[in-house]
């Protein structure tokens, strides 16, 4: 059986076709692409909302934890603060305290000096005790 030979228009159309149908499935192919990188970088979105989420609430249980220590360091301030003050008075009240003995002390050993004749000797007070 032979056939009919080709007709050159339908060989070019034939050939038009082809290469249609070559453009439509390349054209296919980059959007099914392309499609998957939206749906990656959708999925990459997605994760970093969620790490954006976890650090907030991370970034604000710090926050907490800091405003926390910061009221807990004031405290420790203040405490120190009024201990050393008050240490300072004890000192100077026993410093005071010390002057009034010696003073007592050297009053009495004139008195009793100019009773006996004789000088009675009280200690010396040591250094300092803290």
Same mark, same amino acid.
């Given at each position: 059986? *032979?056939?009919?030979?080709?007709?050159?228009?339908?060989?070019?159309?034939? =050939?038009?076709?082809? !290469?249609?149908?070559?453009?439509? !499935?390349?054209?296919?192919?980059?959007?099914?692409?392309?499609?998957?990188?939206?749906?990656?970088?959708? !999925?990459?979105?997605?994760?970093?909302? *969620?790490?954006?989420?976890?650090?907030?609430?991370?970034?604000?249980?710090?926050?907490?934890?800091?405003?926390?220590?910061?009221? =807990?360091?004031?405290?420790?301030?203040?405490?120190?603060?009024?201990?050393?003050?008050?240490?300072?008075?004890?000192?100077?009240?026993?410093?005071?305290?010390?002057?009034?003995?010696?003073?007592?002390? *050297?009053?009495?050993?004139?008195?009793?000096?100019?009773?006996?004749? =004789?000088?009675?000797?009280?200690?010396?007070?040591?250094?300092?005790? *803290?």
């Amino acid at each position: 059986m *032979n056939f009919p030979s080709p007709n050159p228009a339908a060989t070019v159309l034939q =050939s038009y076709n082809n !290469e249609m149908v070559k453009c439509i !499935e390349d054209l296919c192919s980059k959007r099914d692409d392309l499609r998957r990188q939206i749906e990656s970088d959708q !999925e990459e979105k997605a994760k970093l909302h *969620n790490d954006i989420r976890i650090l907030t609430n991370r970034l604000a249980k710090v926050n907490e934890d800091i405003a926390k220590k910061m009221t =807990s360091q004031i405290e420790f301030d203040q405490a120190i603060c009024e201990t050393q003050t008050a240490y300072a008075r004890v000192m100077e009240t026993s410093q005071t305290l010390l002057q009034t003995v010696h003073t007592a002390g *050297n009053k009495l050993k004139a008195k009793e000096a100019a009773l006996t004749g =004789s000088e009675l000797k009280l200690p010396t007070p040591g250094p300092k005790r *803290n």
